[in-house]
């Protein structure tokens, strides 16, 4: 059995897609080849992510975000309470 993130997430509390116990586990996101830290939202069957555009807000006091397409693969950082860690050798 295989701990597998979900194929949706997002960061933002008002989203439908967001759900904190998951995101407390932490996310490792890695699009294009290339790790990264700094995404809001993404979605490994369509291949895209969105990330924050700097500091920039909308008028509801959103962060704006721009969509990237591309390959898209999401692990967890930390394992499940009462789950090991596998051992590496």
Known sequence: MTDTPPDRLSSNPRS??????????????RFNDRERHDVEEYCISEGWIRVALGKKVDRKGNPLTLKYSGPVEAWYEHPADGAEEPNEQ
Do not use: Q, S, T, V
Request: proline share 7%; no cysteine.
């Open 16 to 29: 439908p897609f967001f759900d904190e116990d998951k995101l407390a586990r932490g996310i490792g996101i």
